[in-house]
T-cell receptor, first 108, second 115 residues
Framework: AQRVTQPEKLLSVFKGAPVELKCNYSYSGSPELFWYVQYSRQRLQLLLRHISRESIKGFTADLNKGETSFHLKKPFAQEEDSAMYYCALNPGAQKLVFGQGTRLTINP | EPEVTQTPSHQVTQMGQEVILRCVPISNHLYFYWYRQILGQKVEFLVSFYNNEISEKSEIFDDQFSVERPDGSNFTLKIRSTKLEDSAMYFC?????????????FGPGTRLTVL
């Protein structure tokens, strides 16, 4: 079965604190994983993808195949990071399988 | 920067009525998708479309649903006889490719309310 689990519906941290949004996946093949973000009143947009091994807006995510995880991290949270974050899996097909999403709130 | 557009932003309909949700994908993209998100739930894949035919569809995408690319720019989702449980946010997306790490670009969504 193809599944993405984001265990935290809500996450609240203070500005300047580290952030980690958890994502675990279930997929028997070689996964393609993404983080999408939705800021208030904006559309879903790609934040980063594991294949690029990039850092966007200070965020990074490492694919851990042993733990089947793709956690999103940022060392120092900023207020503009407040948004809904979705982890997504492309199971080798023309679709994305999304997690439930985590609403991140950065407190001043 | 080119964007996916969707109309209308909000559609209210009576149960049993037909609705057509419209999307204009990014102009040079070849792959098109519909997703939906019921309030408080996950974004769920409905269907993908390439070269004027359905590439893949989910269990949700039953005979009540259909998709069409009636001209060179629009991509539509039709629900033939709406049910209360069809109330959701419907997102259209498009991509230029389907290769590794390929990005899907999402529209702003259409909120469908079935009364």
């Amino acid at each position: 079965a193809q599944r993405v689990t984001q265990p935290e519906k809500l996450l609240s941290v203070f500005k300047g604190a580290p952030v980690e949004l958890k994502c675990n996946y279930s997929y028997s093949g070689s996964p393609e994983l993404f983080w999408y973000v939705q800021y208030s009143r904006q559309r879903l947009q790609l934040l980063l993808r594991h294949i690029s091994r990039e850092s966007i807006k200070g965020f990074t995510a490492d694919l851990n195949k042993g733990e089947t995880s793709f956690h999103l991290k940022k060392p120092f949270a900023q207020e503009e990071d407040s948004a809904m974050y979705y982890c997504a899996l492309n199971p080798g097909a023309q679709k994305l399988v999304f997690g439930q999403g985590t609403r991140l709130t950065i407190n001043p | 920067e080119p964007e996916v557009t969707q109309t209308p932003s909000h559609q209210v309909t009576q149960m049993g009525q037909e609705v057509i949700l419209r999307c204009v994908p990014i102009s040079n993209h070849l792959y098109f998708y519909w997703y939906r998100q019921i309030l408080g739930q996950k974004v769920e894949f409905l269907v993908s479309f390439y070269n004027n035919e359905i590439s893949e569809k989910s269990e949700i995408f039953d005979d009540q649903f259909s998709v069409e690319r009636p001209d060179g720019s629009n991509f539509t989702l039709k629900i033939r006889s709406t049910k209360l449980e069809d109330s959701a946010m419907y997102f259209c997306a498009s991509s230029s490719d389907r290769g590794p790490g390929n990005e899907q670009f999402f529209g702003p969504g259409t909120r469908l309310t079935v009364l």
